[in-house]
């Protein structure tokens, strides 16, 4: 989602979903769950097969990495989805959800799927709404990732920069396929 949104900013902020997709070398049909999941929060509106940003999503382009994660971790916290899970840590005695926990949650979208839950986890953790412990294949909760009853406060620390920009995967056995993080998955998942 964050390529195609740069991409939109390249061509003035305002462009044919058509044009977007001829730009990627893509189908229509591969850019539209990235635009959905861009919508859902905010970032952009869709009208008459045009993409064009919103005040937010222009904000986030102008956004430092620190700043980008401030306001995609807002969005996400509006979602049912990352609002349930974020509940679910914050009420858990340990403040963890493990990987069978996380996948019930999820099985109550609209599509659960293995690569659903590891591009929920990796926008999770990108957003520093949770971290996810590969080895104990568990959630956990961050301090500090709860709104305050005032709706202002610090944002914790950004995480430990992974291997490459944006979200990464958390551990998968050999024989699971990688995806890229955001799609199509986590769009109808947060629907």
Same mark, same amino acid.
């Given at each position: 989602m964050l390529g195609l949104l740069v991409l939109l900013q390249n061509h003035h902020d305002s462009e044919?979903? !058509?044009?977007l997709a001829d730009d990627l070398d893509l189908e229509i049909d591969e $850019?539209?769950?990235?635009? #959905? @999941? %861009?919508? $859902?929060?905010?970032? +952009?509106k869709v009208s008459d097969g045009r993409a064009t940003f919103t005040d937010l999503g222009k904000r986030?382009? %102008?956004g430092t990495i620190r700043g980008r994660k401030?306001?995609?971790?807002?969005? /996400?916290?509006?979602? &049912?989805l990352f609002k349930t899970l974020v509940r679910a840590l914050e009420s858990s005695p340990t403040h963890e959800l493990s990987d069978?926990?996380? %996948?019930?949650?999820?099985? /109550? &979208?609209? %599509?659960?799927? #293995?690569?659903? +839950?590891?591009? $929920?986890?990796?926008?999770?953790?990108? !957003?520093? /709404? @949770?971290?996810y412990d590969a080895d104990e294949r568990r959630l956990i909760a961050v301090k500090? $990732?709860?709104?305050?009853?005032g709706?202002?406060?610090?944002?914790? *620390? *950004?995480? =430990? =920069?992974?291997?490459?920009?944006? *979200?990464s995967a958390p551990k998968r056995s050999p024989s699971t396929p990688s995806s890229d993080p955001p799609g199509a998955q986590v769009a109808h998942a947060l629907a």
């Open positions: 044919d979903v !058509a044009l $850019i539209l769950p990235s635009l #959905e @999941f %861009a919508e $859902i929060l905010q970032l +952009v986030l382009m %102008a401030s306001l995609l971790r807002e969005g /996400l916290r509006k979602t &049912t069978h926990e996380l %996948a019930q949650i999820v099985s /109550l &979208t609209t %599509a659960p799927s #293995e690569e659903v +839950v590891q591009n $929920i986890v990796n926008w999770g953790r990108y !957003a520093d /709404l @949770f971290r500090g $990732i709860t709104a305050p009853k709706g202002t406060g610090r944002s914790p *620390p *950004p995480s =430990p =920069p992974s291997s490459g920009p944006g *979200p």
